[in-house]
C-alpha cells in the first residue's frame, strides 16, 4: 500500500513563506514525476509544480519565480518552497507521484496525498 502525506501547511501573511512537504511510503519500486497541486474554494484543481525524475522543472505562471520544487529520492520526498506569498495562492495543496508499486507490476500509478490548507491573510 502506497501513501502520500503532506506536511507544513498554515496560516501565513502575505510576502511571507512556507516549506510544504510530500513524504511517500509504502511498497515503491521506482518514481517517477511528483508534484504539487492545488484547488481554491469553488475553483478547479490545477497544476503549481511539477518535477520528473530526471530533466527540467515545471511551474504554473502564477507562481514562478516565487515557488521551487525539489526532491529527495533517498527519502522518496518532494518539498515546495513557497516565497512571497500571495493571498490569491490561498488553497488546499495536493501533492502527486507516479509511482511504480513494485517490479512485479510494470505500470506508474498516479496516488495523491489528502492535501494541506494553506492560507494567506492579513
Known amino acids: 500500500q502506497v501513501r502520500l502525506v503532506e506536511s507544513g501547511g498554515g496560516l501565513v501573511q502575505p510576502g511571507g513563506s512556507l516549506r510544504l512537504s510530500c513524504a511517500a511510503s509504502?511498497?515503491?519500486?521506482?518514481?517517477?514525476?511528483m508534484g504539487w497541486y492545488r484547488q481554491a474554494v469553488g475553483k478547479q484543481r490545477e497544476l503549481v509544480a511539477v518535477i520528473p525524475s530526471g530533466g527540467s522543472t515545471n511551474y504554473a505562471d502564477s507562481v514562478k519565480g516565487r515557488f521551487t520544487i525539489s526532491r529527495d529520492n533517498a527519502k522518496n520526498t518532494v518539498y515546495l518552497q513557497m516565497n512571497s506569498l500571495k493571498p490569491e495562492d490561498t488553497a488546499v495543496y495536493y501533492c502527486?507521484?507516479?509511482?511504480?508499486?513494485?517490479?512485479?507490476?510494470?505500470?506508474?500509478?498516479?496516488?495523491w496525498g489528502q492535501g494541506t490548507q494553506v492560507t494567506v491573510s492579513s
Open positions: 502527486n507521484a507516479e509511482i511504480r508499486p513494485s517490479y512485479a507490476y510494470p505500470a506508474y500509478r498516479n496516488y
Open positions: 509504502g511498497t515503491i519500486f521506482s518514481i517517477n514525476a
